[in-house]
């Protein structure tokens, strides 16, 4: 195992549990090949994910749609901020073609934030997952969306392709939304996961642990995720990716996040996926099959 080199501005040094394998192998370079040649963009790669590598080297990647430039500043996120550009209204087609020659047995799908549009991107990540399904039937979906600011015909929209998980990510507790997400709001996401999860839908969302958080924020947390409807929720530790980013204020250990684990269960969730190097899409394949 080689370890990842600690950031300066980390208060602590990096803990033995979170080190992981540098990506290699030649499933790993197939994957990047392919995502090169038909100009994709991927968050293992935008999101500086520390699992690319095991990810990768299986065959499977996680897709970002409508470009790499979020109209969003989160203090976690290593996505770069600004004005997008027009979006590729051919994109859907690319990915799907891309999942296709990849073999890909499930697809997670992602995006930046695209505030600045109407429909927030609804009809590209709509058209995205339909020519998916037309081109591999036997692939399965994941759609990490992003928030749509109360627009909810554009929700509706973009889970209408036909996927078998919708996931949106709370990423903190509440306290911390202003210092972590402060283009976003607590409640509005618990809104969004409530009307995914009437309309039928199986749904998810991941939080990062490590912000400042306490462990009754994280139990509050899951209680709020279990009375509006979530299915699975995932826990990992906030990794920072520059020191321009929110500082990692805590190392959760690896026993934290198993009683975080049987907590979440005893709280009402289905599922609960924990640990330090767990992300949104890590182990995905698995939560398809999670009762909705």
């Given amino acids: 195992m080689i370890e990842l080199p600690v950031i300066p501005s980390e ?3 990096r803990p033995d549990w979170l080190r992981v394998k540098l990506p290699a192998g030649p499933e790993f370079r197939k ?5 090169d040649n038909y100009k994709l963009h991927t968050i293992c790669e935008s999101g500086s994910c520390p699992n690319m590598g095991e990810c990768w080297g299986a065959g499977t990647a996680t897709f970002m749609i409508l470009g790499n430039v979020c109209t969003r500043s989160c203090s976690f996120c290593a996505v770069a901020t600004g004005r997008p550009n027009e979006y590729d209204t051919d994109e859907p087609r690319r990915v799907a073609e891309a999942i296709k020659l990849m073999q890909v047995k499930h697809a997670v799908i992602t995006s930046v934030n695209r505030d600045e549009l109407k429909d927030r991107g609804a009809e590209i990540w709509y058209q995205t997952v339909v020519q998916i399904k037309e081109s591999t039937p036997q692939t ?5 969306i992003p928030d749509v ?17 919708v996931s949106h990510n709370m990423e903190t507790v509440e306290r911390l939304y202003r210092a972590v997400r402060p283009q976003a709001k607590y409640a509005r996401s618990l809104e969004q996961i409530k ?21 009754d924020e994280v139990h509050k947390a899951m209680d709020d995720l279990a009375e509006n409807g979530l299915d699975i929720l995932t826990l990992g530790q906030y990794l920072q990716p520059t020191k321009m980013h929110h500082e990692v204020i805590e190392w959760i250990t690896p026993e934290m996040f198993e009683k975080y684990k049987e907590e979440g269960l005893r ?19 698995r939560h398809v099959n999670v009762p909705i």
């Fill in 11 to 13: 208060r602590k040094k």
């Fill in 267 to 285: 709280r009402g969730l289905k599922y609960v996926e924990s640990g330090p190097l767990v992300r949104s899409s890590y182990h995905a394949e």
């Fill in 140 to 144: 399965t979906i994941e759609t990490l």
């Fill in 195 to 215: 009307r995914t999860k009437e309309a039928g839908q199986r749904t998810k969302s991941g939080i990062m642990l490590g912000l400042g958080e306490t462990v």
């Fill in 31 to 35: 994957v990047r090949q392919l995502v």
């Fill in 149 to 165: 600011k109360n627009n909810w015909e554009a929700l509706e929209r973009m889970y209408a392709g036909g996927q078998e998980v």
